[in-house]
């Protein structure tokens, strides 16, 4: 057996899995303190005001990323659903789980985050325009899988009703952006956005660009958190999580 | 800066701070719940499960 | 049901259905009353003027629509499920898919005809021009469907919890905004006097898409809710 199926065939055994993300997590955070660090610092200091929007447009720095994250999130989550669904594979559906709150607080993030930007470049705290809705049902999408899954109280069912609707909501979700952009541009008549027209500089670009990276090394590092914490919880009896837990891991 | 638009910016990032700062910090607090369930279930000799 | 075709057990499941919802008239009429219900509170809540309801009818219709078929849909596979007769069907051998296309069928001949029937009344009541009647009901035909399809799929997956109901909404409101945008944005169209013909499409494009695929997934999240 080539070495990377074998490597996917160990994650399937909770105590490795365990092991393994443990070793990993420290340097996922590492690597998002570094970027973000790195980003923030050029988007709220280095980086120039702009021309038409003065300094609030430095909300960008993390209302794009969270935007963008709420969508990876969304599709992954999904997509580990499907293979847990379909292949049985219990890591994948802990990972597809664990992931909906953390895509739900991206998305929260970009609808304030929108919102807060769109007061002083539009005078109002909320606009209906096409980003800002898709975010909002796609956070009732997120609810809804949370919520689903928080209402089944068998672990297995509930894992599996939840990952069912995700998929769901995954096909529909170019279906939602496309109408609700259809539906903007016909009530509003020209395309309000909180960019605009102001083209991107790379000195501006490239701060965004590095957040962007480092929000996925928090996902992965939130994510793997939560999902150890699942299976410690879900496995409490068994006998490897005792010494997971009391021999004395190194990593908090 | 703008003097205008500093509180518009200062509560963007607060409230990113928070979400994710929260998002970021929960699991640590689960898992210390976690740690004594698991404390307290070993700790009366209980049978461990056949499956390791 | 051994040696029966899957056309067989279709025609049957739906007249069983049928029959049994004509036998419970009550749960036919009182989606319908909170339907009327519900439209009457809009002119109450934003006043009577005419120009005012016009404009929104086609919105206030849909969404009372919306809102009555998530309530008929609650006990779409609820009293199957609770007398074991769900139970029976997933385990007969018969395609699932069928059966569940059956039940479906019979929810819409139920619940959604007798709505399409009754919005054009509520339209008029709320001051919609009457050349956008035509669309309206069409906006119906192939929107109600829809609104059987996939909330059927959301029935399946909350069919048995305590708050399954409220739930069932919850989950399927965001899946369906697409619908309504492009419903009520054809009769919105054509009262301002533009063609509706590229939204009905895309409604109709919707409509195959969630006939070929509802089914499968519906069927899919009842043998994950009754295992």
């Known amino acids: 057996m080539n070495p990377v199926m074998k490597f996917i065939h160990k994650t399937g055994s909770p105590a490795f899995f365990y092991r393994f993300s443990g070793l990993l997590v420290p340097w996922l955070w590492a690597a998002f303190i570094l970027l973000a660090g790195w980003g923030l610092y050029q988007g709220l200091w280095v980086v120039p005001a702009d021309y038409l929007q003065g300094d609030s447009f430095r909300i960008i720095y993390i209302h794009v990323p969270s935007a963008w994250m709420s969508l990876l999130i969304y599709f992954v989550m999904a997509v580990l659903g499907i293979i847990g669904l379909v292949w049985h594979i219990r890591v994948a559906e802990i990972l597809s789980i664990c992931s909906a709150p953390i895509g739900a607080a991206f998305t929260a993030v970009a609808l304030i985050t929108g919102s807060l930007w769109g007061r002083p470049t539009w005078g109002t705290y909320w606009v209906w325009d096409a980003r800002l809705t898709s975010e909002l049902v796609l956070l009732f999408l997120y609810l809804g899988v949370m919520g689903l899954y928080a209402a089944i109280d068998e672990p297995r069912k509930a894992h599996r009703s939840a990952a069912l609707l995700a998929a769901v909501g995954l096909v529909n979700l170019p279906i939602i952006h496309y109408s609700v952009d259809w539906w903007n541009t016909l009530h509003q008549g020209s395309t309000v956005s909180l960019l605009g027209g102001s083209k991107m500089h790379p000195s501006m670009l490239i701060p965004l660009l590095v957040m962007a990276v480092a929000a996925k090394f928090f996902y992965g590092a939130n994510l793997l958190t939560r999902a150890r914490n699942h299976l410690l919880a879900q496995d409490f009896r068994k006998r490897w999580a005792r010494d997971a837990l009391l021999k004395g891991e190194r990593q908090p | 800066m703008s003097h205008a638009h500093l509180p518009f910016i200062l509560a963007a990032y607060g409230a990113f701070a928070l979400i994710m700062g929260w998002c970021a910090l929960a699991p640590l607090f689960r898992r210390s719940r976690i740690r004594r369930q698991i404390e307290h279930y070993h700790q009366y000799g209980n049978h461990h499960d056949s499956q390791p | ?227």
């Open chain 3, 1 to 227: 049901m051994s040696g029966a075709s899957p056309r067989q057990a279709f025609a049957a499941l739906l007249r069983r259905d049928l029959l049994l919802a004509v036998r419970n008239r009550n749960e036919i009429l009182q989606p319908l009353l909170f339907l009327l219900v519900v439209v009457s509170l809009f002119p109450l809540g934003l006043g009577p003027g005419p120009t005012l309801l016009g404009r929104i009818a086609p919105g206030v219709i849909w969404i009372a629509a919306l809102l009555a078929s998530m309530l008929s849909l609650d006990n779409l596979f609820r009293s199957d499920y609770e007398d074991g007769v769900l139970e029976q069907l997933i385990v007969s051998g018969q395609p699932l898919t069928v059966l569940v296309l059956a039940k479906m069928l019979a929810h819409w001949l139920t619940a959604g005809v007798p709505i399409i029937v009754l919005c054009p009344l509520l339209a008029v009541w709320l001051n919609l021009p009457a050349f956008a009647l035509p669309t309206l009901v069409k906006s119906l035909l192939l929107g109600t469907p829809i609104l059987t399809l996939v909330g059927a799929i959301g029935a399946a997956l909350t069919v048995g919890l305590r708050q399954g109901g409220q739930l069932l909404a919850l989950l399927v409101f965001p899946l369906l905004v697409p619908v309504l945008i492009f419903a009520t944005g054809a009769v919105t169209l054509v009262v301002d006097g533009v063609q509706d013909t590229a939204h009905l499409g895309l409604l109709a494009a919707l409509l195959m898409l969630a006939m070929t695929l509802a089914p499968f997934g519906c069927a899919a999240a009842l043998k994950i809710s009754v295992s």
